[in-house]
Structure formats: structure tokens, C-alpha cells
């Protein structure tokens, strides 16, 4: 099904499962109460309160109709797709759907028939938080996530939830798709755990079309059979024009992130399109590849991207990753690549190293500790990069490889001094002998 048949889908989705749930009278002491209760042992025609609880989430988002209002959810497994009615407001504050204090609520819908394909909806909407739940079972086939955001919005938080065992085809567990022509702005991602997700060819978290201003922060993404976290523009069914920018990625966690198709190239961090995007802080280990910028769609180039402070260890086929992959794909320009630990990575020994450059042009590597594998690897700069710069990197052989190998356009040099006399790269760099 064409991506834009499924947004549409997913939207009627959200608006047809808002508009065939159970009708119900607002609430007498609607001024004063503001925190509804659901609970298994709850009745759906009580009113939300803490000693007459909800049933059903569904029941207290029905109910939440007003900026500030909050529903919390008590310990206990419940089995039921739900949609947000409604938003907040800057100055009301947001509708909040959470765990009660020092509970985990879990939300299963394994074995759930029919349906959405999202567990939690929220479409169209901003000021919305979800915090503090456990979602597991979702099984979809067309691109259902655990965690659903579409359309527009603003200030739209996602924070310390766990999602896992999801199974199917594009089973994501949280996904942020701005389709309209305002974007989504101002969400906070943070905190969350997810694992064991059958994502492939999706990804287990992903921001993606008209998102502007972001933070991805504190998650911890691991055993996912495609990418972990991407940041995708030029995606023209999601959005035709507007990509991802101004965002932060940050303090992330993203392991075994292993592609099940395509002979296995997902990253654990990837910026495909974006612009302006600061990738600062995360650790990426045991991935297909560590961390990518690239650009997947001609005319939708990685611009203005950083990437600094991570560190990048033990992938499988490279460790820092950039450029488009193809003369017919877009790519990535004007980044900078600084202050990375980026070692032993390549441990299948593809032969790409720890620095991997494709189509890409004016970017900037720098001030990087590279360590190479056992094949002595630690830079391949394919034939289509022009005009990038090396400089000042820190350079170490590691996993008892003899000989360094600088990899330049078809050229192989064998010490680093070969390397900047002849192509004029790196010359503040060093290398230091094995230990």
C-alpha cells in the first residue's frame, strides 16, 4: 500500500474510532476534577474519580477533554487500542495519559482482532503527553506503531514508556509522521525503552515529513530488526516538501540495531534528509552500522548536520557512516563530524573500516579518536566524495591489526604519512603504534 494510502488510513482510523466510541454525559464536577482513574476492577458509568475509577483508558481519554486534565492509570494488563480526543493548551497545560505513581500499567493487544494498527493515537492534536507505560503484543502489517503521532501539532511529549514485542511487518514503536502543512512542533522524546520490535523495512523510532524543533533523548532502542532511531525528510508521501530540522538527539542508547533485509545496513542512529539536526552524546554499539547521515532522495540533501561526542563502538560493518548511497540519491553536505570515539567497528570485516564516506561534499571531520579493527582499517572515502576535509583525527591501530590501511578514492596507503602526502587530508593527525 503507498505510504500516503496509509497515513489516510491511519487518520480515518483515529477519526473513526473517536466518533464510534461509547457517548457519555459530562461529568457534574467537571470545574473541579481534572484527574480521572481507571483501574481493572473500575466501571466505565463511574465517574473517574480515585474511589470510583474507569474501566477503560479509552473511558478516561473520553473524559479528558480539557486542557490540564490528566488520566491515570493503575497497575494492571488491559487490552484495548485507544485515541486522544482531545489537546491542551500553553497556558492550560497538556492531556496527559499515564501510569500512576509508582505503578506500570501495561497495554497488551496481542491477540487483539481488528481495529487500528496503532495502540495509542494521537492525531492532530498538541500539548499531549504519554508517560510511564508499558505497550506490548502490537502486531501490524501496513505501519502501526505502539506510539502513533500524525498530522500537526505543538508541544507533544512521549517520555518513559517500554514498549516491546511488536511483530509484524512495520510494526514501529513510536512514530512521528508531520503530514500537514503546519508542522509538529516542540515534541519531546525521552526516555523511553524499546526492544524486541519487528520494525523492518520501518524503524523502531522515527520522525519523519514536517517536524520542526525536537529532541530524541535519554532512549534506550535495542534488538530491532531495522534502524533504531532515524530522522527522515524528502519521504514526498509523508510530506512534499518540509523534512525534519532543528532537532536535538541526544544521550541515546541504540544496540544490536540489525537490518533483516537488504544484506543488513541498518544504523543505530540515522539522519536521512534533515537539516540542522545535532547528534551529540550517544553510544551506538553491535549495530550493522553505528551512525549514518545520508540522504535517500535526490533533492532532500543531509544539510548542517553535527555529530559530536558520541561514541561509536563495535558495529558490524562500519562505525561513522556519511554521504548518499547512489549518483541518483541526495547527499550530505556542510557537516560537521567532530569529537567522536569511533573504534572496532567493521567486526564482520566488510573492508569499509570506522569512517565510511559516500557521495558528500563540504563537510568537515575532525578531532576524532579512531580505532581500527583487526584489518587495520580506518578510513574509506569512496570515489564520489569531493571536497570534504580530515583534520587533526587521532588515529590507533586496535584489535591486533599490524598496519593501519587509509582507504582514498580506489588508492589503499599503508601509513598515515603516505595518506596526507598524497591527498593533503589530515595533516595535524596522528597515529599512534599498537600498544
Partial sequence: MPLHDLLRRRARDARRAASTLPSFERLESRQVLATFHVT????DLANGSETAPFRSIQRGLDAALEPGDTVLVHEGRYAERVV?????SVRG???????APGERPVIDVGGLAGGSENVVTIHDLGHVVVRGLEIVGNEAHEGGAAVWVSGAGAGIEIRDNVIHDLRGVNSMGIAVFGTRRAPIRNLTIAGNVIHDVE???????VVNGNVAGFTIADNHVHDVNNIGIDVIGGERDVHPSAVPRDG???GNLVERARSSYGGGFAAGIYVDGARRIRIEDNTCIGNDLGIEVGAEHRGFDALRITVTGNTIRGNEKAGLVFGGYGPGVGRTRLSVFAGNVIAGNDTLGSGHGQIWIQHASGNVVRDNDVESGADGVLLTVEPAARGNRLDANRYALGGNAVQPSFRWRGRAFASLGAFTAATGQDRR???AAPA
Fill in 84 to 88: 486522544f480526543r482531545a489537546g491542551g
Fill in 429 to 431: 593527525a596522528t597515529l
Fill in 93 to 99: 497545560g497538556a492531556v496527559t495519559l499515564a501510569a
Fill in 248 to 250: 536535538l538527539v541526544t
Fill in 40 to 43: 481493572l476492577g473500575g466501571d
Fill in 199 to 205: 520494525a523492518a523495512p520501518s524503524e523502531a523510532l
